[in-house]
Nanobody
Framework: QVQLVESGGGLVQAGGSLRLSCAAS?????????MGWFRQAPGKEREFVAG????????VYTDSVKGRFTIFRDNAKNTVYLQMNSLKPEDTAVYYC?????????????????WGQGTQVTVSS
């Protein structure tokens, strides 16, 4: 059973920073490859934020977070991170970690088989 556990969400003022973490359980280490972060605001669809391939050398971001967010992973710790800087109120959402056996990321939620429970990020103006 794949388990992904997110942490690091919270309340921050506009312009501030947060780092989200997503830890995969030890037994999933051999099957987790592509990983990504998505977010969902109230009344909106879940949207892609950032993705990273299996070895961490290739990343992609949605346009609205480019230059502000950074996705990176530590495979030794089975953990993927999302460093979020210069946060804006429109970044407010529940952030979800996603993972899949396939080696390359994708921007579609349907691509990923495994999901974390989500962590709330609230940015006040």
């Amino acid at each position: 059973q794949v388990q992904l556990v997110e942490s690091g969400g919270g309340l921050v003022q506009a312009g501030g920073s947060l780092r989200l973490s997503c830890a995969a359980s030890r037994r999933t280490q051999s099957i987790i490859n592509a990983m990504g972060w998505f977010r969902q605001a109230p009344g909106k669809e879940r949207e892609f934020v950032a993705g990273i391939n299996s070895v961490g050398g290739v990343t992609v971001y949605t346009d609205s977070v480019k230059g502000r967010f950074t996705i990176f992973r530590d495979n030794a710790k089975n953990t993927v991170y999302l460093q979020m800087n210069s946060l804006k109120p429109e970044d407010t959402a529940v952030y979800y970690c996603a993972a899949d056996r396939k080696p390359n990321y994708d921007t579609s939620p349907a691509y990923y088989d495994y999901w974390g429970q989500g962590t709330q990020v609230t940015v006040s103006s």
